[in-house]
C-alpha cells in the first residue's frame, strides 16, 4: 500500500482556516486520495476524497498538487469540534478493495 | 436511521480465553470490515466480509476469524487471547451498490486483556 506522510500534531485558533497537509510521493495512478477524522472517543468519520482535481464539501476542500505527491485538506474555518486526528489515505479504487490503511494521522488542537 | 452499532462497549478478557464481538452495520449496508486500534495509533485492517465470506484480509494471525449473517451483521471472534490484543475494535459498514469511497464506522468495542 502506498505510504503517506502527516505531521504529528498541529495547532489553529478557533475560527480560523486550518491547512492539514499530506505527502504521498509513491502514490500511483489509480489511486484516490481519502481523508478520514477521528473525534475523541468515536470512531473515524469520512471527511472528504479526489483523485485529480480539488473537491469541496460541507465539511472541508481538498487542494491536490499537479503531480498528486502531494494534497492538503482545508477547513475553512475552525471550530472546538474539528479537534480531532485527521487521517490521509491512499486507496485503489478497485471493486471490493475498501481496505483502509490508516498511518499515525494529525492531531489538530483547536486554541479557543 | 440507527448508524453502525457495536457490542459490547468494553469487555475485560483474561488471557488465553476467547471474545466475540458484534456489528450491526447501518441500514442498508452490505458490507462489514473490522479494524484494530491499539493506543496511539491508527486503525489497523483485520478482514472484510461481504456475501457472508471473506473477502479481503490484513495481516492478522488465523486467532482472528469473524463471520457474517445474512442480514448483514457479523462478528469477529479472537481465539487464545494475549496481552498485545488489547485494543479498541472497530467496525465499518458501507453499502456495495454504492460509492465505495466513504465507510461508516461504529463507536467500537474496548478490549482489555489482563
Known amino acids: 500500500d502506498a505510504k503517506t506522510t502527516q505531521p504529528n500534531s498541529m495547532e489553529s485558533n478557533e475560527e480560523e482556516p486550518v491547512h492539514l497537509p499530506c505527502n504521498h510521493s509513491?502514490?500511483?495512478?489509480?489511486?484516490?486520495i481519502h481523508w478520514y477524522r477521528q473525534l475523541p472517543s468515536q470512531g473515524p468519520e469520512y471527511v472528504i476524497h479526489?483523485?485529480?482535481s480539488n473537491v469541496n464539501n460541507r465539511m472541508a476542500s481538498l487542494a491536490i498538487a499537479e503531480d498528486r505527491k502531494s494534497s492538503t485538506l482545508i477547513l475553512h474555518r475552525a471550530t472546538l469540534r474539528d479537534a480531532a486526528v485527521y487521517y490521509c489515505?491512499?486507496?485503489?479504487?478497485?471493486?471490493?478493495?475498501?481496505?483502509?490503511?490508516f498511518g499515525t494521522g494529525t492531531r489538530l488542537t483547536i486554541i479557543p | 436511521d440507527a448508524g453502525v452499532t457495536q457490542s459490547p462497549t468494553h469487555l475485560i478478557k483474561t488471557r488465553g480465553q476467547q471474545v466475540t464481538l458484534r456489528c450491526s452495520p447501518k441500514?442498508?449496508?452490505?458490507?462489514v470490515s473490522w479494524y484494530q486500534q491499539a493506543l496511539g495509533q491508527g486503525p489497523q485492517f483485520i478482514f472484510q466480509?461481504?456475501?457472508?465470506?471473506?473477502?479481503q484480509r490484513g495481516n492478522f494471525p488465523d486467532r482472528f476469524s469473524g463471520h457474517q449473517f445474512p442480514n448483514y451483521s457479523s462478528e469477529l471472534n479472537v481465539n487464545a487471547l494475549l496481552l498485545g490484543d488489547s485494543a479498541l475494535y472497530l467496525c465499518?459498514?458501507?453499502?456495495?451498490?454504492?460509492?465505495?469511497?466513504?465507510?461508516?464506522f461504529g463507536p467500537g468495542t474496548r478490549l482489555t486483556v489482563t
Open positions: 489515505i491512499l486507496r485503489d479504487e478497485d471493486f471490493g478493495n475498501e481496505k483502509l490503511t
Open positions: 509513491t502514490i500511483s495512478g489509480t489511486d484516490y
Open positions: 465499518a459498514t458501507s453499502w456495495t451498490g454504492g460509492n465505495l469511497y466513504e465507510q461508516y
Open positions: 441500514s442498508g449496508h452490505d458490507t
Open positions: 479526489g483523485l485529480t
Open positions: 466480509y461481504y456475501e457472508e465470506e471473506e473477502r
